[in-house]
């Protein structure tokens, strides 16, 4: 299975990734937009060869992969549906940045979801209509911006702002999909309140940060929590000094991705109370020389053991 870190860096070298396949390219970036949509949301991966509607929640691109031999989805389905968690996305991935994004692709992506809401029976407001093309036309912002509507949920998404969203996604890999679902409810608004299509991107991107610093720092416990255990884990030693798990982060790549993006430090007193409140790690003394505090693992069984209890007592409350 492909990494979201891999499907990371194709979607930022799209231009080389897709150039392996020379005449076949409009394949190869539906699939990729769905396996991105897939590891964002962290749902499972279908096509239409092997979609199974007893999975309820999985992102479906409505293509085949047969034998390695790739077909777009037909004409009449949209390109890839993802069932998420409260809501959905009927999603158009393409290629083409001229003036038939509008007339080829959204218009048809409304006709998707009507059939959608109509098959499925579902709530309208709980449907987004999402466009993903490497670069978004100015008829396709003004049509947009002239015709706003509270029933459709319009979100076009430049590939560059779906890596933004999907390097969150990683970094915060316990974002809920209801954060995924809110900064999909900016998108709207910034279309509607920009008067140009230079003025929505400034907007969006302005959004994008916010969204990803409050995402980040929700996040943040969970994060650096695993990172912590993940340093303790390395070193050949029962218990670690606290300073040398702080040592091991602050060299950490991912952690200086996320401290950035989140404009915060990481402390000795943060990594301890982290640790202790996230059942990661227990305390075990302390050094002879500093007095400075020894932890140690919680056994991963023992973690999941209490993981498991937690989830079992929040299905029997939805029973």
Known sequence: MVSGRTILRYLRKLDEYLGQFRYEQS???????????????????????????????????????????????????????????????????????????????????????????????????AVYIVLVTPKLHEDTFCSLHNHPSREHKFVPLETDVLVRILQTSILAFTMKHLELRKMFNRIPECLENSSSLSDFQIALEKELRTWQKEVLR?????????????????????????????????????????????????????????????????????????????????PCADFKGRGLRLIGAVESINK
């Open 27 to 125: 394949k190869y970036f539906e699939q990729l937009i769905g396996i991105a949509l897939s590891r964002l949301l962290y749902l499972p991966f279908y096509t239409l060869d092997n979609d199974d509607e007893m999975i309820r929640h999985r992102v479906v691109w409505k293509g085949s992969d047969r034998g390695g031999t790739l077909s777009c989805a037909p004409q009449g389905e949209p390109d890839i549906i993802a069932y998420c968690y409260g809501f959905y996305l009927i999603v158009e991935a393409t290629q083409k940045t001229g003036a038939g994004q509008w007339t080829d692709e959204f218009a048809q992506a409304l006709r998707h979801k009507n059939n959608f809401v109509r098959a499925r029976n579902v709530n309208p407001t």
């Open 218 to 298: 929700q996040e943040k416990r969970a994060f650096i929590g695993v990172k912590s255990y993940e340093a303790m884990q390395k070193i050949p030693r029962a218990s670690v000094a606290v300073s040398e798990i702080l040592q091991s982060l602050l060299k950490h790549p991912f952690v200086g991705q996320y401290l950035k993006i989140v404009g915060e430090e990481l402390s000795v007193s943060e990594i301890e109370r982290i640790l202790v409140d996230e059942s990661l790690g227990r305390r075990a003394g302390k050094t002879i020389q500093t007095d400075e505090p020894l932890f140690e693992c919680v």
